[in-house]
């Protein structure tokens, strides 16, 4: 039985107290636990300990992440989670050191992730419209794409060896939001990566 771990990474504001990425979290849930996976959840609003939040990484065959876009990148609890837990895998357990070695000068930085087995999945949620990304015309990303935006936390991922796979986003979730459709999206999403019957 494979596990999942949903990370939801959503801090909570005034005018922003979370519920739809708790709605998306518990579509995640209801998908995995239909399909048949074991599924833990974490919501770093509430606190966590990082000696048990290792192991999950640990147990995890697949991670999601889930949050929204806060000033062009992570929330500052879903980063200060990422920055205490995988410091402290770095004793060995998530990765041996950043993989170079005085004794082999041909080991790249980078290259000393031990969580090869592991997947992970990005899912935001975001203001930008989707018309904002991948156009030269736009000027404010001037041509990037969503991904380009999340480089530096596939990068952190990519340190420790895991896999990514294709990221969501639910875009305009503020000025013009379309939430059925992206729930739809976002099932369909899950159904694509995993299998209809998440056995991917």
């Known amino acids: 039985m494979p596990h999942v771990l949903i990370v939801n990474g959503h801090q909570p504001f005034p005018t922003s107290p979370g519920g739809l990425n708790a ?40 991670i ?6 806060n000033s062009m990148g992570l929330p500052w609890s879903l980063k200060r989670y990422l920055d205490e ?15 170079r070695s005085r004794k082999d000068a041909s080991r790249q930085y980078g ?16 203001n930008a419209p989707r018309s904002a990304f991948d156009d030269p015309a736009q000027t404010f990303f001037e041509g990037r794409s969503v991904e380009d935006l999340l480089w530096p936390v596939h990068l952190n991922f990519r340190f420790f060896g895991m896999q990514p796979m294709p990221s969501f986003a639910a875009h305009d979730v503020s000025k013009a939001p379309d939430i059925d ?6 099932d369909a999403h899950l159904a694509h990566a995993f299998g209809a019957d998440g056995s991917a």
């Open 23 to 62: 709605a998306f979290v518990q579509r995640a849930r209801d998908f995995f636990t239909a399909s048949g996976w074991t599924v833990r959840l974490r919501s770093v609003a509430d606190g966590w300990d990082t000696e048990e939040e290792v192991h999950n990484q640990v147990w995890a065959d697949v």
């Open 64 to 69: 999601l992440f889930q949050f929204p876009l």
């Open 85 to 99: 837990v995988y410091t402290a895998g770095m004793d060995g357990r998530l990765s041996k050191g950043d993989g």
């Open 111 to 126: 290259s000393g992730g031990r969580m090869t087995g592991t997947r992970y999945m990005l899912s935001l949620t975001l």
């Open 181 to 186: 459709r992206d729930f739809l999206r976002f």
